[in-house]
């Protein structure tokens, strides 16, 4: 059964730092985008970065890019939300999301051919 597992999530003070993990089932084509959304109470999911992860092409929301890192392992069927100088305003749910090929408006993904979903992982940051 193809399954996505988040991990990684947490409270964190401002500045701080955190790294998600997004294990996938299996490589196919259905998975050959990766990508990691959020969503926080109120407000609509949005987009925060997104790799392939045959090519390790990125791309990246850009209120996030310089912040946070996308990258993939793909002998570990794993991808990574490596979170730097942590915000209040991160604080969501994180999802990561798989797709045949990413889907991207202005550099952030869209859910929009996002077919696959995890369960999300809940990452809070405080002042």
């Known amino acids: 059964q193809d399954q996505l597992v988040e991990s990684g999530g947490g409270s964190v003070q401002a500045g701080g730092s955190l790294r998600l993990s997004c294990v996938y089932s299996?490589?196919?084509?259905?998975?050959?985008?990766m990508a990691w959304f959020r969503q926080a109470p109120g407000k609509e999911r949005e987009g925060v970065a997104a790799?392939?992860?045959?090519?390790?092409?990125?791309y990246y929301a850009s209120s996030m890019e310089g912040r946070f890192t996308i990258a993939r392992d793909n002998a570990k069927n794993t991808v990574y939300l490596q979170m730097d100088s942590l915000k209040r305003e991160d604080t969501a749910m994180y999802y990561c999301?798989?797709?045949?090929?990413?889907?991207?408006?202005?550099?952030?993904?869209?859910?929009?051919?996002?077919?696959?979903w995890g369960q999300g992982t809940q990452v809070t940051v405080s002042s």
């Open positions: 299996r490589r196919t084509y259905i998975r050959e985008c």
């Open positions: 999301a798989s797709a045949p090929f990413c889907t991207v408006v202005a550099g952030a993904p869209t859910a929009t051919g996002f077919r696959y």
């Open positions: 790799i392939y992860i045959g090519s390790g092409n990125t």
